[in-house]
């Protein structure tokens, strides 16, 4: 098989510390597996103009972060932000591994990330909301707005959705400045939002809402997204429906107008439910809501995220550990300084908008640019007109949409006169050439590229270069950030040593403040997913016996620049969207002719991995384009279409163990079009792999 390099040294000593052949009826073929074996790549560094106004300039600061002062370390970050009542505790220990920060302090989010800036920049905008249609203007939200909105909306929840201090609200939204409102109103009450990404299904959010036991919906009537109007009311309906099917009543769905003044969705309201916020708002105006001074251990919110079993995890970030990471994080290796323009355009539905669009950027009182819609409409020129005429100059982006970007218009950012410091990628591994694209093209040669490492877990960075400090290498994360210390280790825990040319399982060997708390009501989840795997000794109340495991494959090379491989687990990142392959395969199996659904990672040029799912059928049912369909579409309804399989292959059988197993790793080796599927010696009916090898030949892609 080939391009495994290093990565298959450790599969092959066994997985999981159990024998070969358990691991072969276990393990699908991995991202990291998968994983193109790249080159030593050459170094570039950053202009003289970049390091001369950049944050992060001293080496030595990179000492102060070091084991020796951990974690008093991590005070720096905590310092930028105001606090009602400083902390006692930098950190508590006590309780492995739920680790409590800053304990005793107390502060407010929303203070912090508004209110507290207007004696300065009242007037300074707070977010440049674009909306996707090009002749719609542009709107300037100040802070001083930002502020009026996000009180007024507070006094909304509480008087009139009854949200009290600890309770959940889901926010199921678009990218409208009305969710960042949202968010912020919670975190001003005490409440934990938990967003769920615009683009997922109905069904989706319900799921989300009944783990988190929310009352409360909030939602728009519709929005625009590839130069379609989208009816996102109807998905409010769906989620509604669902969740009391699964027992939870929702009481009040709130609904933001597109279009303020016009209700913009054919889904009609559901009298005494559905209540229209920008109707109901008038009521509050110019209502403050004091913010609430809260505990920093408090939950600020859930972040649902995939994971190896079909069940999707509420990740809990705590209101003052999680606020300084991402304050801290924002400041050194985004590097926004006041003046600058910052553009993110990942989705505030993911994490990536929560620490660096929502709460870093305006802890720091950043101004910030919020674009509806999808980044090549109508053309490939839209990024580089918005950043032209804004002023953008410090631009965040994943992969996917650089390869997208670059397919649709190579030659396209030549024609604008944007000028970046700094730009970033961040959700899944950059190819080394797409890398350079993106430096060379989209940076015109000056702007600081950095490749964030990190996970809706983590909070904020894990590794990336300090931009004026570290050399970029194409491919690599490079080196830890500050206060953070990872290892590689081997199945059996050994470290992998820094230019060994082997790959591991990356963790980290200390706590830091982003990290996140809990799974919500699922804390012996929590261990089994991130510290069972290496902790030796479950009683210790010694962090160093709790490194936190990641679930990515990784290298270190000699230079201590870190190159991550992918995921390890049964999670697919598709175009930087983490999906549990079992998610897929449940919606798969709702279709009724479907006896069997395998879900596999197929490397793709544009999206980086994407599934491609397997099926069997029951007896007395043909495969036919319409079942194909029928089945593409339950995907896309029941998850999002970014689930989307690539292709559906229907097989006469899936390739199986003696016990049953489905052996996914021979369908990803084929999917992938490698030679060499591996060993089949231990399949009970080892004839279907030619045969299963024969119909994807023949399919096209
Ligand atoms: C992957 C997104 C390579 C990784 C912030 C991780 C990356 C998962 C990078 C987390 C990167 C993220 N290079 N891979 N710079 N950043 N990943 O939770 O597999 O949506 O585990 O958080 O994305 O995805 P999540």
Redesign the pocket.
């Known amino acids: 098989m080939p391009s495994r390099g290093g990565w298959r040294t450790v599969m092959e000593k066994g997985y999981g510390g159990k024998t070969m052949a358990d691991a072969a009826e276990r393990v699908t073929l991995t991202?990291a597996e998968i994983a193109v074996h790249w080159r030593e790549e050459e170094y570039y560094h950053p202009s003289p103009e970049f390091i001369g106004q950049a944050y992060l300039t001293d080496r030595s600061r990179y000492e102060r972060f070091s084991l020796d002062h951990f974690p008093d370390c991590f005070k720096e970050y905590a310092d930028l932000l105001d606090w009602y009542k400083y902390w006692d505790v930098t950190l508590d220990t006590s309780n492995p591994p739920f680790w409590r920060w800053f304990v005793g302090g107390r502060l407010n989010a929303a203070h912090n990330c508004v209110d507290r800036h207007l004696a300065r920049h009242r007037n300074k905008t707070a977010f440049h909301f674009v909306p996707e249609p090009e002749n719609e203007p542009i709107q300037h939200v100040t802070y001083q707005e930002l502020y009026n909105r996000v009180n007024e909306f507070a006094a909304l929840l509480r008087d009139f959705a009854g949200v009290r201090r600890g309770d959940r609200v889901t926010i199921h939204m678009p990218m409208v400045v009305e969710l960042p409102i949202a968010m912020l109103a919670c975190a001003r009450l005490g409440a934990m939002h938990s967003v769920v990404f615009g683009g997922f299904s109905g069904k989706a959010c319900a799921d989300r809402m009944v783990d988190a036991e929310s009352r409360v919906l909030v939602t728009m009537d519709g929005y625009y997204r590839n130069g379609e109007f989208l009816d996102h009311k109807a998905k409010a309906d769906v989620a509604v429906r669902e969740a009391a099917a699964q027992g939870l009543a929702v009481e009040r769905v709130l609904v933001w107008q597109r279009y303020p003044g016009r209700y913009s969705s054919p889904t009609p309201l559901v009298e005494g439910r559905d209540f229209v916020v920008n109707e109901i708002l008038p009521r509050f105006r110019g209502r403050r809501v004091d913010p609430e001074p809260m505990p920093a251990e408090d939950p600020l919110f859930l972040m649902y995220?995939s994971g190896s079993t079909g069940r999707p995890k509420g990740a809990q970030h705590s209101t003052g550990g999680y606020l300084a990471y991402v304050a801290g994080t924002s400041k050194y290796y985004l590097d926004i300084h006041p003046e600058d323009v910052y553009w993110c355009m990942a989705d505030i539905g993911?994490?990536?908008g929560h620490s660096y669009i929502v709460y870093g950027p305006l802890a720091l009182g950043a101004s910030s640019v919020l674009y509806e819609g999808q980044p090549a409409y109508p053309d490939p020129g839209r990024p580089w007109r918005i950043a032209e005429e804004l002023g953008v100059n410090i631009f965040h982006t994943s992969p996917t949409a650089i390869r997208a970007l670059r397919k649709a218009g190579p030659e396209e950012p030549k024609k604008y006169g944007h000028r970046f410091k700094l730009m970033t990628?961040?959700?899944?591994?950059?190819e080394p050439d797409v890398w350079r694209w993106y430096y060379h093209v989209v940076g015109k040669g000056q702007a600081a590229v950095v490749?964030?490492?990190?996970?809706?877990?983590t909070g904020g960075f894990l590794c990336t270069t300090a931009p004026a400090i570290h050399p970029m290498k194409p491919g690599s994360?490079g080196p830890a950030v500050l206060g953070i210390h990872p290892v590689i280790l081997d199945e059996e825990g050994h470290e992998v040593p820094a230019g060994s040319g082997k790959a591991g399982n990356i963790c980290i060997r200390n706590p830091w403040p982003g990290m996140m708390q809990t799974i919500w009501r699922d804390p012996e989840r929590f261990i089994q997913t991130y510290f069972a795997k290496y902790n030796r000794d479950p009683q210790s109340k010694d962090w160093r016996d709790w490194p936190y495991f990641?679930?990515?494959g990784a290298m270190q090379a000699s230079d201590g620049y870190f190159r991550?491989l992918?995921?390890i687990d049964d999670v697919i990142?598709v175009a930087?969207?983490?999906l549990g392959t079992k998610e897929i395969e449940n919606a798969a199996l709702g279709v009724p002719e479907v006896a069997e659904a395998a879900v596999v990672a197929v490397r793709d040029e544009v999206k980086g991995i994407m599934p491609e799912l397997y099926v069997a059928l029951h007896p007395g049912h043909r495969e036919s384009e319409d079942l194909k369909q029928r089945i593409v579409d339950r995907v896309a309804q029941e998850i999002s279409p970014i689930a989307k399989p690539r292709r559906v292959v229907v097989v006469p059988d899936m390739p199986k163990t003696r016990s049953g197993k489905i052996m996914r790793r021979i369908l990803a080796a084929i999917s992938n079009g490698f030679e060499d599927v591996g060993d089949v010696t231990t399949l009970s009916n080892p004839e279907v792999v030619d045969e299963i090898r024969r119909l994807v030949g023949s399919l096209k892609s």
């Open positions: 991202e995220t993911w994490i990536t990628t961040v959700g899944e591994p950059i490749d964030t490492w990190w996970q809706t877990e994360a990641a679930g990515d991550i992918g995921r990142n930087g969207h983490r």
